[in-house]
C-alpha cells in the first residue's frame, strides 16, 4: 500500500483543523444567542389571554412554542359537600370546585394577572400562597378575600418547574386540610418536550372526627390533625378518585407525564407505581432530573413531575409505598395500560407450584381492636355500595378487581360456578377461610385462603356484591343467613 507523502497529511489535517474550529466558534455563537438566559423579569409580554383552568386528573394544553403573555387566572373559592368515600362525606373548601383545586399552566415570562373570587354562599375568608411567586407570602398578603368579594393581583413568572399552591388563611394548617391546594407549572421558553399522556394527581391527608369508613357526614378534627393521625391519605380529594372507571390510562409505547404534587397538610408521599420504573424524575419539581427511579419523594408542600414509557399491557397500581396509607387509608390509583403483550418484557405467570412451608393450615388475618359500629342498611343499593367497599379492602388483592381471580392461584369469582351453587358454603368459605382442592369452572385450585376478619354483616355485604356482579346469580346475603352459617359451625 501506498503512503501519502508527509506534508500532504499534514495539509489535510491543517484543513481539517480549520474546518472543526469554525464549526465550534458558529455553533458557540449560535447557542450563546438561544440559550442565554434572558433574565426572566425583562422578557416582554404580548397581549391578553385567558388561562385554561382544569379539574384533576387533567392539564391544560402545553405551552409549546408560544411567547409570553399577560395570562388571567379566573380563580373561585368553593366550600362544598363532597364524598371521602362510599357513605362518608366531608366539607372540601377548594380553589375552582375540585380537590386539588385547578391546574394552572404558565411559561417562564408570563405576567399572571389573578383573580380570586371568594364565593358569597362560603363562610369563611380565605387566600392564596403560590409557591411560583416572588413576593411576600407568595401573593396570600394581596389575595385575603372575604365571602362575595374578589381580589385581583399580579406576579411574573421567573423559575421554570412545577409549584404547590395552596391557602394562607389562619389556621393554615385546617384550611389546607380542608382541600385547599393545587399545582402551577411553569413550562421553560419552548415548553417541556412533549409527551402521549399528561395527568395531575395530588396526595392529601384527612382528619374526620369519625374513625376511617364511620359513616355520614364528618367533621374536622383539629387534635387528630396536630397529632398526624391521618384518617384518610388519598389522591386527588377521596378514595377511589382515580380507581376503577376512574383509572387514567395509556397505551402500550406511550410516555406519561405524572405532575405529582402534595398537599400535606401534614405527610410526606412515597410516591410509586406498582409495576413501573420513572425513566426521569423532575426531582422536586424543579431542574434536576434522576433517571431510573422505584419511588420519589414529594414533601408536603411539594412537587415532583415523573415520567416512564409504558411497555406492557395491565392495570399498574399508584400508591404511597407508606403502604398502610395506600392499602387502608386510601392513597392508592391506577393506570391502566392497553396493548399487545410483550413477552420479551414480561412473560407473565409461567407456572405455579404450590408451595406451603407452615403446612395446609389457614392463616387468619389478626382481628382489629376498634370496630366500628355500623348504621343499620336502608337499601340493597347501600349494601352493594358497602360491599363493594369491604371487596376492594380485603378479597382484591388475591381475586382481582373484576372478580377474574389470577390463573391457577387464585379462583375467580366472576361467573364462578362453585360460588353460585351453594350460598351456605360461600358463607362458609368467607367466614372461616377455605383449604384444599376444589373445581371452579373446570380448573382445580389447592392452595389457601387466610380467614378474613369480618363482621357477619360485612361478610354479609360483601358476597351480595359478588353474588350481583360479574355475571353471578344476584343473591341477596343476609346477616342472618350469615349468623346461621356461622352457628351450625
Ligand atoms: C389472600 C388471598 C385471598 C383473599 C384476600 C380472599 N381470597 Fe377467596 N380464595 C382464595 C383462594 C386461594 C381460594 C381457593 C382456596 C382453595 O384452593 O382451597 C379462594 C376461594 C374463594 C371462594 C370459593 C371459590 C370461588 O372462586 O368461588 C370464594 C367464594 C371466595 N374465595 C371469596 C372471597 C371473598 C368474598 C373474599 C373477601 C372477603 C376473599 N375470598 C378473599 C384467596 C383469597
Ligand atoms: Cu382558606
Given at each position: 500500500m501506498k503512503t501519502q507523502p508527509n506534508f500532504l497529511?499534514?495539509?489535510?489535517?491543517?484543513?481539517?483543523?480549520?474546518?472543526?474550529?469554525?464549526?465550534?466558534?458558529?455553533?458557540?455563537?449560535?447557542?450563546?444567542?438561544?440559550?442565554?438566559?434572558?433574565?426572566?423579569?425583562?422578557?416582554?409580554?404580548?397581549?391578553?389571554?385567558?388561562?385554561?383552568?382544569?379539574?384533576?386528573?387533567?392539564?391544560?394544553?402545553?405551552?409549546?412554542?408560544?411567547?409570553?403573555?399577560?395570562?388571567?387566572?379566573?380563580?373561585?373559592?368553593?366550600?362544598?359537600?363532597?364524598?371521602?368515600?362510599?357513605?362518608?362525606?366531608?366539607?372540601?373548601?377548594?380553589?375552582?370546585?375540585?380537590?386539588?383545586?385547578?391546574?394552572i399552566r404558565t411559561r417562564v415570562g408570563d405576567e399572571v394577572e389573578f383573580h380570586l373570587k371568594n364565593h358569597p354562599d362560603n363562610k369563611l375568608p380565605h387566600n392564596i400562597d403560590l409557591h411560583a411567586v416572588n413576593g411576600p407570602g407568595g401573593?396570600?398578603?394581596?389575595?385575603?378575600?372575604?365571602?362575595?368579594?374578589?381580589?385581583?393581583?399580579?406576579?411574573?413568572?421567573?423559575?421554570?418547574?412545577?409549584?404547590?399552591?395552596?391557602?394562607?388563611?389562619?389556621?393554615?394548617?385546617?384550611?389546607?386540610?380542608?382541600?385547599?391546594?393545587?399545582?402551577?407549572?411553569?413550562?421553560?421558553?419552548?415548553?417541556?418536550?412533549?409527551?402521549?399522556?399528561?395527568?395531575?394527581?395530588?396526595?392529601?391527608?384527612?382528619?374526620?372526627?369519625?374513625?376511617?369508613?364511620?359513616?355520614?357526614?364528618?367533621?374536622?378534627?383539629?387534635?387528630?390533625?396536630?397529632?398526624?393521625?391521618a384518617d384518610y391519605v388519598v389522591f386527588n380529594g377521596k378514595v377511589g378518585a382515580l380507581t376503577g372507571d376512574n383509572a387514567i390510562t395509556a397505551n402500550v409505547g406511550e410516555t406519561v407525564r405524572l405532575f405529582l404534587g402534595n398537599g400535606g397538610p401534614n405527610l410526606v408521599s412515597s410516591f410509586h407505581v406498582i409495576g413501573e420504573i420513572f425513566d426521569k424524575v423532575h426531582v422536586e419539581g424543579g431542574d434536576l432530573i434522576n433517571t431510573n427511579v422505584q419511588t420519589t419523594l414529594i414533601p408536603a408542600g411539594g412537587a415532583a413531575i415523573v415520567e416512564f414509557k409504558v411497555e406492557v399491557p395491565g392495570t399498574f397500581i399508584m400508591v404511597d409505598h407508606s403502604i398502610f396509607r395506600a392499602f387502608n387509608k386510601g392513597a392508592l390509583g391506577m393506570l391502566k395500560v392497553e396493548g399487545e403483550e410483550n413477552k420479551k418484557i414480561y412473560s407473565g405467570e409461567l407456572r405455579d407450584d404450590i408451595y406451603l412451608p407452615e403446612g395446609g393450615g389457614i392463616q387468619t388475618m389478626p382481628e382489629g381492636d376498634n370496630v366500628v359500629q355500623e348504621a343499620p342498611l336502608q337499601s340493597l343499593e347501600e349494601q352493594l355500595e358497602r360491599g363493594k367497599q369491604a371487596y376492594m379492602q380485603t378479597c382484591f388483592a388475591c381475586h382481582q378487581s373484576e372478580g377474574q381471580g389470577i390463573p391457577s392461584a387464585f379462583p375467580p369469582l366472576a361467573n364462578s360456578d362453585y360460588l353460585n351453587a351453594d350460598v351456605d358454603r360461600a358463607i362458609g368459605v368467607v367466614l372461616n377461610g377455605l383449604t384444599g382442592e376444589i373445581t371452579v369452572n373446570g380448573e382445580t385450585y389447592n392452595s389457601v385462603m387466610t380467614r378474613q376478619s369480618l363482621s357477619p354483616s360485612e361478610v354479609a355485604n360483601v358476597l351480595t356484591y359478588v353474588y350481583n356482579s360479574w355475571g353471578n346469580s344476584k343473591k341477596v346475603i343476609t346477616t342472618a343467613m350469615v349468623e346461621k352459617v356461622r352457628n351450625q359451625k
Amino acid at each position: 500500500m501506498k503512503t501519502q507523502p508527509n506534508f500532504l497529511r499534514l495539509y489535510f489535517n491543517y484543513k481539517l483543523a480549520l474546518l472543526a474550529l469554525a464549526f465550534i466558534t458558529l455553533t458557540a455563537c449560535s447557542n450563546k444567542e438561544k440559550s442565554e438566559p434572558k433574565d426572566a423579569e425583562d422578557i416582554p409580554v404580548s397581549r391578553e389571554m385567558i388561562a385554561e383552568l382544569t379539574a384533576p386528573p387533567h392539564v391544560p394544553t402545553p405551552v409549546g412554542r408560544r411567547k409570553a403573555k399577560k395570562l388571567i387566572v379566573d380563580m373561585e373559592i368553593l366550600e362544598e359537600e363532597g364524598e371521602m368515600t362510599n357513605g362518608v362525606s366531608y366539607v372540601y373548601w377548594t380553589f375552582g370546585g375540585s380537590v386539588p383545586g385547578s391546574f394552572i399552566r404558565t411559561r417562564v415570562g408570563d405576567e399572571v394577572e389573578f383573580h380570586l373570587k371568594n364565593h358569597p354562599d362560603n363562610k369563611l375568608p380565605h387566600n392564596i400562597d403560590l409557591h411560583a411567586v416572588n413576593g411576600p407570602g407568595g401573593g396570600a398578603e394581596s389575595s385575603f378575600v372575604a365571602p362575595g368579594h374578589e381580589k385581583v393581583f399580579s406576579f411574573k413568572v421567573l423559575n421554570p418547574g412545577l409549584y404547590v399552591y395552596h391557602c394562607a388563611t389562619a389556621p393554615v394548617g385546617m384550611h389546607i386540610a380542608n382541600g385547599m391546594y393545587g399545582l402551577i407549572l411553569v413550562e421553560p421558553e419552548g415548553g417541556l418536550p412533549l409527551v402521549d399522556k399528561e395527568y395531575y394527581l395530588m396526595q392529601g391527608d384527612f382528619y374526620t372526627k369519625g374513625a376511617h369508613g364511620e359513616r355520614g357526614l364528618q367533621a374536622f378534627d383539629m387534635q387528630k390533625a396536630i397529632d398526624e393521625k391521618a384518617d384518610y391519605v388519598v389522591f386527588n380529594g377521596k378514595v377511589g378518585a382515580l380507581t376503577g372507571d376512574n383509572a387514567i390510562t395509556a397505551n402500550v409505547g406511550e410516555t406519561v407525564r405524572l405532575f405529582l404534587g402534595n398537599g400535606g397538610p401534614n405527610l410526606v408521599s412515597s410516591f410509586h407505581v406498582i409495576g413501573e420504573i420513572f425513566d426521569k424524575v423532575h426531582v422536586e419539581g424543579g431542574d434536576l432530573i434522576n433517571t431510573n427511579v422505584q419511588t420519589t419523594l414529594i414533601p408536603a408542600g411539594g412537587a415532583a413531575i415523573v415520567e416512564f414509557k409504558v411497555e406492557v399491557p395491565g392495570t399498574f397500581i399508584m400508591v404511597d409505598h407508606s403502604i398502610f396509607r395506600a392499602f387502608n387509608k386510601g392513597a392508592l390509583g391506577m393506570l391502566k395500560v392497553e396493548g399487545e403483550e410483550n413477552k420479551k418484557i414480561y412473560s407473565g405467570e409461567l407456572r405455579d407450584d404450590i408451595y406451603l412451608p407452615e403446612g395446609g393450615g389457614i392463616q387468619t388475618m389478626p382481628e382489629g381492636d376498634n370496630v366500628v359500629q355500623e348504621a343499620p342498611l336502608q337499601s340493597l343499593e347501600e349494601q352493594l355500595e358497602r360491599g363493594k367497599q369491604a371487596y376492594m379492602q380485603t378479597c382484591f388483592a388475591c381475586h382481582q378487581s373484576e372478580g377474574q381471580g389470577i390463573p391457577s392461584a387464585f379462583p375467580p369469582l366472576a361467573n364462578s360456578d362453585y360460588l353460585n351453587a351453594d350460598v351456605d358454603r360461600a358463607i362458609g368459605v368467607v367466614l372461616n377461610g377455605l383449604t384444599g382442592e376444589i373445581t371452579v369452572n373446570g380448573e382445580t385450585y389447592n392452595s389457601v385462603m387466610t380467614r378474613q376478619s369480618l363482621s357477619p354483616s360485612e361478610v354479609a355485604n360483601v358476597l351480595t356484591y359478588v353474588y350481583n356482579s360479574w355475571g353471578n346469580s344476584k343473591k341477596v346475603i343476609t346477616t342472618a343467613m350469615v349468623e346461621k352459617v356461622r352457628n351450625q359451625k
